[in-house]
């Protein structure tokens, strides 16, 4: 298992921001800025590039409230 699997799986903690059925986002346990959100897919891939175009896509939509969020 991945440390991102683990934190999916909740063997690991983390402080979820958001989650639905793909994706999961939470804040980075080392930041570099107050508010870092981590956005990770709930599929096992070993690089971002060998997901889909449209699993992608779906990222987006999925982080962009979140951005949003923070810049407030």
Do not use: C, W
């Amino acid at each position: 298992m991945t440390v991102f699997s683990k934190i999916i799986s909740g063997v690991i903690p983390s402080y979820k921001i958001a989650e639905n059925d793909h994706f999961l986002a939470f804040l980075d346990i080392y930041p570099q800025v107050e508010g870092h959100v981590l956005v990770v897919p709930k599929t096992a891939v070993d690089k971002f590039f060998d997901l889909g175009d449209e699993y992608l896509s779906q990222m987006l939509v999925f982080a962009k409230p979140i951005a949003r969020a923070i810049e407030k």
